[in-house]
């Protein structure tokens, strides 16, 4: 006689079935990446920003400049005391914040909930470009397993839920300028130009670090473009002109209020000082900002922004000048801390350095794996291996701080899930011959 089927059997099949309807939907990830990120807010209660220092831990300077344009004083006072008009940062966070403040009240917990879901908002979109840079490149398998490390891993959700800041914007716009660039060897007419060169445009006035990697880009289009037979000189030339044009307002405004050409924003000179003088040690010299040093206020107010800039700009470039063995064994140091981890962990003891150990297992796998798609020639590995050469760059002569890695975490996440899935994929492939069918085949 035979038993019939218990409820949890007859159901195994459904659920399973369930199951891979939503792992392979960017729906479902997206807003499930969404809803956990809206869930750690509330949990660990982050929109709950301490009020020490005038507020200046929400947001810093961008929530400063925020702040005073929300009450009527414009783009300025980067620190908070009213120093007058600033280009210390790009524009496009100051102000979308700056609404929310306007809205919801000036570094109210309100506003702080709002932007760090606007940010959570932004992060799970993320998911998009990722599934689709990965599929194109590797295969759905690849794309599946970076989006849910995307949507799920620590260190992904912490940046959109703890940091007032553009971290999470620049990571969604840059995973969207490589899918862009990417389908732009193929795509025909002008309007693909048009919408990349806004993307890029817009990706400049959120973070002009962005645009280290936009030649390479361009460089990268002409070539494949040359070899698929097709011509690119008109549509280059269009994509130029709408990018100028994008940031071509901000320019001017800088123009008109300092006096002379700034490209988007100004602070370079005093962030060099803050990564390169006596004491440095490859880390940020956080002592010497002007919140933290009453003198450099002092200096900062009254020879104003650009003077004080190129004063520290000037000490800098004579300490490097010094000692020019020094000045590379920083970079190297900052080399190191960019991919390896923070020298100054603020987490003592195992936590801290179990934090270090998988920022740096996530680096590895990411140089691994792009190791493996260039000698595979896999389409697009060259322009990965641009963006991971160009962008951290700037940092290795500056300073290096894990949310200046965030932008390119997604590309990293997909080289690091690329390695892993192919890593899988061969230890299958020498399972013994007399395995059955159901043991050697991969449920992915």
Not at 276 to 305: C, F, I, K, V
Request: proline share 6%.
């Amino acid at each position: 006689m035979t038993s019939e089927p218990t409820g949890g059997s007859t159901n195994y099949p459904a659920l399973a079935q369930a199951w891979c309807a939503i792992r392979a939907s960017l729906p479902w990830t997206v807003g499930i990446a969404l809803v956990l990120r809206i869930s750690w807010i509330l949990i660990g209660h982050t929109y709950r920003f301490k009020p020490t220092d005038d507020n200046f831990g929400f947001g810093w300077e961008m929530g400063r400049i925020a702040a005073s344009l929300a009450s009527g004083h414009g783009f300025s006072a980067p620190f908070g005391p009213p120093t007058g008009p600033t280009a210390w940062e790009p524009p496009l966070y100051p102000y979308l914040a700056a609404v929310v403040f306007r809205v919801f009240g000036i570094y109210s917990r309100t506003s702080a909930f709002v932007l760090l879901a606007l940010n959570s908002v932004f992060s799970a979109l993320t998911c998009i470009p990722i599934f689709r840079i990965a599929r194109r490149m590797f295969s759905e398998k690849t794309a599946v397993g970076a989006i849910w490390s995307w949507a799920l891993l620590p260190n992904v959700i912490f940046w959109c839920t703890r940091a007032v800041w553009e971290t999470s914007l620049s990571a969604l716009l840059l995973a969207m300028l490589i899918w862009l660039t990417l389908t732009l060897e193929e795509r025909e007419g002008l309007w693909p130009w048009f919408e990349c060169a806004v993307a890029w445009g817009i990706a400049a006035l959120n973070n002009p670090s962005l645009l280290s990697f936009l030649p390479a880009a361009g460089i990268w289009v002409w070539s494949r473009r040359i070899q698929f037979g097709r011509k690119s000189l008109a549509a280059f030339a269009l994509a130029s002109s709408v990018f100028f044009a994008c940031i071509a307002p901000w320019l001017l405004r800088d123009y008109r209020t300092f006096g002379k050409f700034i490209f988007i924003r100004d602070n370079f000179g005093a962030e060099l000082r803050l990564g390169n003088g006596p004491g440095a040690d490859g880390t940020w010299m956080e002592y010497l900002h002007p919140t933290q040093d009453t003198y450099a206020m002092q200096q900062y107010r009254s020879m104003g922004e650009l003077a004080y800039i190129d004063l520290r700009r000037q000490q800098a470039v004579n300490y490097i000048k010094s000692d020019y063995a020094r000045f590379t064994e920083l970079c190297v140091k900052r080399f190191i801390y960019y991919w390896g981890g923070p020298a100054k962990n603020f987490q003592s003891g195992w936590l801290g350095s179990a934090k270090n150990s998988l920022f740096l297992a996530s680096s590895v796998l990411m140089f691994w794996g792009l190791g493996r798609a260039l000698l595979q020639r896999r389409p697009g590995a060259w322009l990965l291996f641009w963006l991971i050469l160009l962008y951290p760059a700037i940092y290795y002569v500056v300073y290096a701080i894990p949310r200046y890695r965030h932008p390119i975490e997604p590309e990293m996440t997909i080289l690091a899930v690329f390695v892993l899935t192919e890593a899988r994929k061969t230890r299958t492939a020498g399972l013994p011959a007399h395995q059955s069918a159901d043991q050697r085949t991969d449920p992915a």
